[in-house]
């Protein structure tokens, strides 16, 4: 055995010095940090791979394994991996956080596939990997040119047609339609851009052997050894390769943690704060990974890993009989659902199985497939139990200190007998469940009827253990399959299973349905089984097998059209994002990827645990001796002021007596290392006095807490005159309920700050939008004048809003202890901390009044807005203010007022995020627009295509619309989408299928371009010439993946007529560029866009007379020309927007410069009995004007999409308030990947058609361009809409045909609730409305 003294740390913790492996969450949940893993293995005598997390993994679990980092496949150096390339070719890397973890998970399926994959494969191995910037469809077509195809066409890549004369789309490489669908298809439009499929041959890892690294040789001669090592504070890791020493460990410590995968006992320790002393790694123990069948059934080892299990039953299904198998395939369906692949890499099923998690997928299958656990003690004596007496409580099984589950025995299933898994959660791939079944029902003839003669029936989701339905399962004995049956099996359940008001977890409706819902599929699946097999003369109505049809999804397919409208220069070129080759390699550097200077401290801060409360006392006494603590710094060690805010100084940098949220900043403590700073600052112990708090804007509204001098209104025509004037045939009142939103930007806020000269001058690097504000803050709460304090951004792993203001107090915080300490402190939030601290997307309430005729016709709206500030003003006002802008969309109302109000809630201070309060607005508005149709039965599309804007159209603030391009972008989705026909395919759908419905829509937008506060339109940028002809540009907008450096660099190098690659565009700086805005509203490109031309057209007219002469044959031989001829080859740059400005008093002005204009289709498909539901289709047509680079504006346009479908139909925050008393009051619930779902490539529409609207200008921007970066994002409420077209004819079907509420985000509890049919009667009223958290 080899012994050793180590520190038992994670394999992301090591610090070897490499920069590609990325922590996004630490908890399994994003993919960033996905490394691959090779070992030899014995039995096959081949090299195996897989994808990992590395952030779960113990350093000592890949000893003897070669590990291969991003950095170990390619770079810019030696060339790029052909994965590499294919991604940065395709535009899938925009802020690049994610990139490596993508690369990783892709490498790692070439390498351990014996062959191309197929595409379907592909996308399944990215189910664990999360993007939240590019929409996913550039990642999935730059890995599908390595997929396994038979058509030929994958190895060429022209856009000619091929034989039977379809054009070919090199995204896919298959026919598509892109060319001759268009309408006003040029020959200058192109679909994509072509990159080459690369040949598998070239990167299995045999024949690219030159870069490839191969497995190592020296690691197939190596012999396993036996490992012991002793950690700090005594712990101890044992790896046994064989299973007596298991037992002789056991024996000698009773309390040893068996572990495998570690994906439950990493949590448990870097989560839960769980202890354990010694640890053995059951991983290599040959007896605990046998697989192996006999004639009565499968032997599964407690060690084996998911995905071999799933390898393993796929051979067993191909093997065996159909009969015998219904239990394996059970397991293997439902292990397509369970975690990512990295996650099932190494989890294994003991590990599963012996946390006897409530939601474990795999326990009600293994229960109700009547497996039997074999469990073996220390004297080796084994005994077996059924799987179903095997759970005891929560987290709890029959295993005694002395034994270990040595495997699982399943049984073939007989003759009739058959077994189905349920799970159904928030989003179909790497979730935990919200409720999961495991049914089996074995039927036999008795008297010429078919009874039941054996059954189980457990559920998972729904109690502390997963529960078997037992009184129930007594019911159905003997009882014959029918309808009775069915009938009484579902009273049964009710009294079986019984969730309480203030179940953890909460939905306790939607549960309740789901157990009945599943029940029923069973049902209804068993009956079509036997009908199959002949033993029933009668199988479900035709419409009723929409009850039990598995959810499949063809692969993902991507459109893209867009004209090419200049030629030859740099500008309309749709260039790659210039830092791609650098993010898919892992050399672009972040934050956390710099090497800490010397002497640095780690920060972390000390957060209040209480909603509203008084500050006691704080006692340090236990973080003081805490290993690694430096210091605490608390309100009263501030050099400078402690009153911050970015427009208001309303908050505390540290609170001094009163807390006003969970999770505001009390102080910091700084350590040795960031883990040590944590604990540390877990140890410094407040006491409060609780006081009351304010947690929902309902509350806020009734108690009337209100920000001061935040009432905002806006008026048009006479709305009171309107309504009493007898012109409105209806009038209908309502109100719409908008969900928030986490930013989840994959890189957590970061800041690095140093003292220079001894503290006299401040520098620091931050993960901001906005570099300025960080050093006004830092320079605020220092006491320091501006001038002594920079920051710099080089790049940021993606903002959306959420670093736009609340990422200074993070930097602020930090800058305390280095100004005092006169050291280096480095700051990174943990996932879960900058979810709960940071802000998100404000929920809104908006209460309406609509007046409108027969014919559709809007004539008055009054509408009151109330958004949900938080604990500090921070940007809420300037949120409510676009939101109110917003709140028309397209339609042109003659009469409307609008009001507004900011509300103060005891929750941190919400914040921007992209549309800045426009998406809600415009969500307000199209509810109350979907909801006149439904009055008038008429279609939604018809009602907005009657109430559109026009041009010339006088907006409800006095802004005249202008070059409005609604009409023609409405019009050319209607072909492109073929909305007629659309309808009516869905429509015969619905009337076939009585359980799935699908639902269509068509929304339009209308964004406003510019900040709304005047002065923000300004931006500067420096540009320097070189004598070799090289530019250097910097600028005052930050890159956070939204290709704005590529951008402007294209600006430039079009200026200068000089190719994109002689231009360079430097770090944003505080010390370059004063005074910057920040990166936000869309605006950037246009505002650095032009200032950096103006800084261009400055040094060229200072060239001209030199250039005139005409005897330079480059670009560089004039500049070193103009440099002897004393030429200043250095300029500042500045623009301000033209002709804005809005003078709230009156309610009159033109707040912005331009719109943007846009419009999707969405066709949806739902399942009513469980809420699960997927986007067919999507096409979505944008005015951009003349795109400066349509590849990166196609990409913001998907990449906005998808964030905004995880905002309409997957993202819920849940807070502790009056509806969620399951949570503590004012605490975070959603705060991690776990428990907050943002889309995965698996939720992106299956055919993803984008396209920019054709020769359109925009006299008012840069180039003749528009702003792109915001105003897709609303579209996505298209997919809202047609789930709730879905719902309407599901309602139908129960002859429900009135107007019902659908709250954002439409997750499946929503979805399913607003099916009524006879399951949800027994659990719900009808008009019942799942609780949201605004
Ligand atoms: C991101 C993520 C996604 C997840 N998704 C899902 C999901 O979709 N569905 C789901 O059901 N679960 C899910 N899980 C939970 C978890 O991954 C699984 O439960 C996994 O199978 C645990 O296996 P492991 O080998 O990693 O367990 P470990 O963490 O290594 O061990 C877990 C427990 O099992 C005990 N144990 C292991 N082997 C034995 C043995 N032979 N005898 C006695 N005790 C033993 C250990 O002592 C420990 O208490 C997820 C977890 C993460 C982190
Ligand atoms: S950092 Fe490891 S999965 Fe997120
Ligand atoms: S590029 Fe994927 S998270 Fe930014």
Not at 1018 to 1035: K, P, R, S
Not at 1214 to 1234: C, E, F, M, N
């Amino acid at each position: 055995m080899i012994e050793q003294k180590c520190k038992l740390d994670f394999l992301l913790g090591i610090d070897v010095g490499l920069t590609g492996t990325k922590l996004g969450c630490g908890e399994g949940g994003c993919g960033a940090c996905t490394v691959m893993i090779s070992y030899f293995d014995e039995q096959s005598k081949r090299s195996v791979h897989h994808a990992i997390n590395a952030c779960l993994a113990p350093l000592y679990s890949v000893e003897g394994m070669h590990v291969i980092t991003v950095e170990g496949i390619g770079n810019s150096q030696h060339g790029l991996h052909p994965i590499q390339e294919s991604l940065a070719q395709a535009h899938g890397s925009q802020c690049g956080f994610c990139t490596p973890g993508f690369v990783m998970s892709m490498y790692a399926l070439l390498r351990s596939s014996g062959e191309p994959p197929t595409e379907e494969q592909i996308e399944e191995s990215l189910a664990g990997n999360l993007c939240r910037c590019t929409g996913y469809r550039p990642i999935l077509d730059a890995f599908r040119v390595f997929a396994k195809t038979d058509d030929l066409l994958y190895t060429k890549t022209s856009l000619e047609s091929n034989s039977a004369g379809e054009l070919i789309c090199p995204s896919s490489g298959k026919p598509c339609s892109c060319g001759k669908g268009t309408a006003n298809r040029r020959d200058d439009s192109v679909c994509v851009k072509q990159y080459s499929p690369v040949l598998y041959n070239k990167i299995d890892g045999s024949l690219f052997v030159e870069k490839e690294l191969i497995f190592p040789p020296e690691l197939i001669l190596r012999k396993n050894m036996p490992l012991c090592l002793h950690g700090f504070g005594g712990v101890k890791w044992y790896r046994p390769l064989k299973l007596q020493h298991v037992l002789d460990l056991k024996s000698r410590y009773p309390d040893a943690k068996l572990v495998v995968g570690n994906t439950e006992v990493g949590i448990e320790t870097k989560f839960k704060n769980a202890q354990y002393q010694v640890l053995i790694s059951v991983t290599h123990v040959p007896e605990l990974n046998i697989l192996s069948m006999n004639e009565n059934g499968l032997d599964i080892g407690a060690s084996v890993r998911l995905t071999l299990l799933q390898q393993f039953l796929r051979k067993v299904i191909m093997q065996h009989p159909v009969e015998e198998t219904s239990s394996s395939k059970a397991i293997l369906r439902q292990l397509k659902w369970f975690a990512g692949n990295q996650i099932k890499n190494v989890a294994s099923i003991g590990g599963n199985i012996c946390t006897a998690s409530p939601i474990s997928d795999l326990n009600p299958l293994w229960m109700a497939a009547g497996a039997i656990m074999r469990i073996m003690n220390c004297k080796g004596n084994v005994r077996t139990i059924p799987a179903k007496e095997f759970f005891l409580g929560y987290r709890k099984v029959d295993l005694a200190n002395d034994e270990v589950l040595l495997s699982v025995f399943l049984p073939w299933t007989r003759s009739l007998e058959f077994v189905k898994e349920f799970k159904q959660a928030h989003r179909r791939e790497d979730d935990i469940a919200l409720v999961n079944a495991g049914m089996r029902v074995l039927l036999k003839q008795d008297c010429g009827s078919w009874e039941v003669s054996d059954v189980s029936i457990i559920y998972g989701g729904v109690a502390a253990v997963s529960l078997i339905a037992s009184k129930t399962e007594s019911f159905l004995i003997k009882k014959k399959w029918d309808n009775n049956l069915l009938q009484g099996a579902l009273k049964i359940l009710q009294e079986d299973i019984v969730l309480t008001e203030d179940a953890p977890g909460g939905m306790i409706e939607f549960r309740k349905s789901l157990i009945l819902s599943f029940f029923f599929k069973f049902f209804s699946w068993v009956t079509n089984e036997m009908y199959e097999k002949g033993s029933f003369n009668e199988g479900l109505h035709g419409k009723h097998l929409s009850a039990i049809q598995a959810y499949s999804r063809p692969q993902t397919s991507g459109i893209q059209s867009y004209d090419l409208t200049r030629h030859e220069t740099a500008v309309g070129q749709p260039a790659i994002h210039l830092s791609s080759k650098l993010q898919v390699t892992g050399e672009a550097e972040y934050i956390d990827d710099m090497p800490h200077p010397p002497q640095a401290l780690h920060a972390a801060l000390v957060l209040s645990k209480r909603a509203h409360a008084r500050i006691l006392s704080i006692d340090d006494t236990m973080a003081k001796s805490s290993p690694g603590f430096v210091g605490l710094f608390l309100y009263r060690d501030i050099p400078g002021s402690n009153k911050i805010g970015v427009i208001l100084k309303d908050e505390e940098l540290f609170a001094s007596e009163i807390v006003t949220c969970v999770g505001q900043v009390v102080g910091v403590v700084v350590a040795d290392t960031h883990d040590n700073a944590k604990i540390a600052s877990n140890k410094v112990h407040i006491e409060y006095e609780d006081l009351p708090a304010i947690l929902s804007i309902r509350e806020a509204v009734r108690s009337c807490s209100f920000y001061p001098n935040t009432e905002r209104w806006l008026m048009k025509g006479d709305v009171e005159l309107c309504f009493k004037s007898g012109e409105c045939d209806k009038i209908i009142e309502g109100e719409v309920q908008v969900g928030g939103q986490e930013h989840f930007y994959l890189e957590p806020n970061s800041s690095l700050i140093w003292p220079v000269d001894g503290g006299n001058e401040v520098h620091m690097v931050s993960s901001t939008q906005c570099p300025q504000y960080h050093q006004e803050c830092v320079a605020h709460v220092l006491g320091l004048p501006l001038a002594k304090v920079v920051c710099k951004t080089k790049r940021i792993g993606g903002g959306f809003g959420g670093k736009e203001s609340r990422s200074a107090f993070i930097a602020a915080a930090a800058s305390v202890p280095s100004y005092l300490l006169r050291r280096p402190v480095k700051i990174i939030l943990d996932r879960d901390t900058d979810m709960m601290i940071t802000g998100q997307r404000h929920s809104f309430l908006g209460k309406y009044k609509v007046g409108f005729t027969t014919a559709g016709e809007v004539l008055a709206l009054d509408l009151q807005l109330y958004n949900n500030g938080g604990n500090s003003i921070d940007l809420s006002l300037a949120v409510l203010e676009r939101a109110m802008f917003h709140s028309d969309n397209v339609y042109d109302v003659p009469n409307m007022r609008v009001r507004g109000q900011v509300c103060y809630t005891n929750f941190p201070s919400n914040t921007a995020f992209r549309g800045f309060g426009g998406p809600q607005g415009m969500l307000i508005a199209e509810n109350w627009i979907q909801r006149i149709a439904m009055e008038l039965q008429r279609s939604p599309e018809e009602i907005r295509e009657l109430n559109f804007h026009n041009e010339g159209s006088m907006l409800h603030y006095g802004m005249l619309l202008q070059s409005c391009t609604l009409s023609q972008l409405w019009d050319e989705l209607k072909t492109s989408c073929d909305f007629v026909k659309a309808r009516a395919i869905v429509n015969h759908f619905n009337v076939h299928n009585r359980w799935r419905k699908r639902g269509v829509a068509m929304v339009p937008t209308k964004f406003g371009i510019s900040f709304t506060t005047k002065h923000m339109n300004q931006a500067g940028a420096l540009v320097q010439v070189y004598t070799d002809g090289t530019v250097l540009v910097t600028h005052g907008g930050v890159e956070m993946g939204q290709g704005l450096h590529t951008k402007v660099a294209q600006i430039a190098a079009s200026a200068f007529n000089i190719p994109l690659s002689s231009v360079f565009i430097s770090d944003t700086s505080t010390d370059k560029v004063p005074n910057a805005s920040p990166t936000a509203a869309s605006a950037s490109s246009d505002l650095y866009g032009a200032a950096v031309l103006d800084a261009c057209e400055q040094i060229k007219a200072r060239m001209q007379c030199i250039a005139a002469t005409k005897t330079h044959s480059s670009f560089a031989e004039l500049v070193r020309a103009c440099y002897l001829e004393r030429i200043d080859l250095s300029a500042h740059g500045f623009y301000i927007t033209p002709n804005i400005g809005f003078n709230w008093k009156v309610g009159k002005g033109t707040p912005f410069n331009y719109f943007t204009y846009g419009a999707a289709f969405a066709e949806v498909e739902i399942d009513t009995l469980t809420g699960d539901f997927y986007t067919r289709e999507a096409d979505i047509i944008m005015d951009l004007g003349h795109s400066l680079n349509p590849a990166i504006d196609v990409g913001q346009i998907e990449g906005a999409f998808v964030q905004g479908l995880g905002w309409i139909a997957l993202e819920e925050l849940k807070w502790g308030d009056a509806d969620h008393k399951w949570i503590r009051p004012g605490h975070l619930y959603t705060s991690g990947p776990g428990t907050y779902k943002i889309p995965t490539a698996n939720d992106i529409p299956v055919k993803f058609k984008v396209s920019l609207l054709k020769g359109v200008q925009n006299p008012k921007a840069i180039h003749s361009s528009k702003a792109v970066g915001e105003p897709p994002f609303f579209l996505a409420s298209a997919v809202l809409f047609a789930i709730k077209d879905a719902i309407v004819a599901a309602r139908a079907e129960e002859g429900y045909h009135d107007w019902f509420p659908l709250d954002n985000p439409a997750t499946p509890e929503r979805i399913r609730m607003a099916c009524i049919d006879d399951f949800t009667k027994q659990v719900a009223s009808h008009n019942f409305h799942p609780k949201l958290s605004v």
